[in-house]
């Protein structure tokens, strides 16, 4: 494949992802507002630092209201990950491609790109946006479901999961460090109602709090909740999930081009540290420390990867 239609497809799918990874980080500081005190802007502060724009929404704003904050990361064209940037960006790169998607794939792409577009089209009220951000993961879903169903199982296929799973891995620590790092006032309300209350949004955000309960009952935890979202590989959005799945596509490409690369070596460097770690090492050393660390090694892997298949976002 050339290296222009897997990047391609590599972005697209990031930006994809993305778009429903900030959606979710969104609801998280909703819900986390209702548990801070009326004045307070921390939460939306932190928001903006998760998804790595707090310098570009201060170039034009100066405060931390949540009706900026959230007009900035949906819709503001100035914000280049904002959700409509990135389901742009993504629908660019589909028409791009699209002699490698499914009828079926590009349809729902050209679907979701017109339906948010009309959505976010004015700015968005208090009302309407649990249903706006819940219309942008709906859409997405779509997207996924007409990949797995129709998209053959080449490296067309591996190189977008590839670039999902990345993503996704990248939004959940993103999601833990908010949490973990900026959401409490202070120290002392470890293990307060506060911390559980905080710790059940974020499985709410990542679309997991009716798995956490399945399998460990009404017990929410910090250790349990982060051990679930950090190292359980039956959460579809935990780190050990998401870098093992990036490992198997990765492997999958390598085998059907006969070439390994620096970002297999990585990749299951990768893997292997999460299997070999547990959640009391991880909180012992520094939860925050746990996840710089690791979103580190994931953007040092995704720029070997383009770099190895000489594509370029």
Known sequence: MLGKTAGGLYWMYRYLERSENTSRLIEAGLRNALTRPASSTD???????????????LESNESFDQQKVVNFLLRDTANSSSVLSMIEAARNNARMVRTALSREVWESVNELWMNIRTALSRQVSDRDLPAVLSLIRQQNAQVRGATHGTMLRNDVFNFARAGTFLERADSTARILDVKYYVLLPSVSHIGSVLDNVQWENILRAVGGQSSYRWLNGPDISAMGIADFLILDSRMPRSLAFCAAKARANLSYIEKEYDTRHACHEQ????????????????????????????LSDLARLGSTIESDYRFYG
């Open 43 to 57: 939460e939306w502060s932190s928001i903006l630092d998760a998804t790595g724009v707090r310098q570009t929404y």
């Open 267 to 294: 990749v299951e460097a990768l893997v292997g540290r999460l299997a070999s770690t547990t959640t009391e090492e991880i909180f012992d050393a520094g939860l925050h420390e746990f996840i710089q660390d690791f």
